[in-house]
């Protein structure tokens, strides 16, 4: 499974990006999808996820100003992210786990990753 993640750039803080992240598999259904970043110097970290079953799940710091969706005709999950802050500054990446279920806060869960795309925040 290759993933691509598209929709980063620079953008003021309040300001909005979308992300999305295009697989090449026809079992695209049968993965659950999330999303992690990594700024400099600092561990992967969770951001959310859309599981096999059809739950979302959020890290504390999105507080409701990211929204993960999926398509799963067009093989596509997209990460709305509004009210963006400095501190979300960091290389986005989307991951797939095949039939995975619950939180998936463990980057090791994950089959597939993307190769990334850069968010950049200015204040």
């Known amino acids: 499974v290759h993933l691509t993640e598209s929709g980063g750039g620079v953008v003021q803080t309040g300001g909005s990006l979308r992300l999305s992240c295009a697989a090449s598999?026809?079992?695209?259904?049968?993965?659950?999808m999330a999303w992690f970043r990594q700024a400099p110097g600092k561990e992967r970290e969770f951001v959310g996820r859309?599981?096999?079953?059809?739950?979302?799940y959020y890290a504390d710091f999105v507080k409701g100003r990211f929204t993960i969706s999926r398509d799963n005709v067009k093989d596509t999950v997209s990460l709305q992210m509004n009210s963006l802050k400095p501190e979300d500054t960091a290389l986005y990446y989307c991951?797939?786990?095949?039939?995975?279920?619950?939180?998936?806060?463990?980057?090791?869960?994950?089959?597939?990753w993307g190769q990334g795309t850069q968010v950049t925040v200015s204040s």
């Open positions: 991951a797939a786990e095949f039939r995975g279920e619950g939180w998936g806060r463990n980057p090791l869960q994950y089959d597939f």
């Open positions: 598999t026809p079992a695209f259904s049968s993965y659950a």
């Open positions: 859309f599981d096999w079953g059809g739950n979302i």
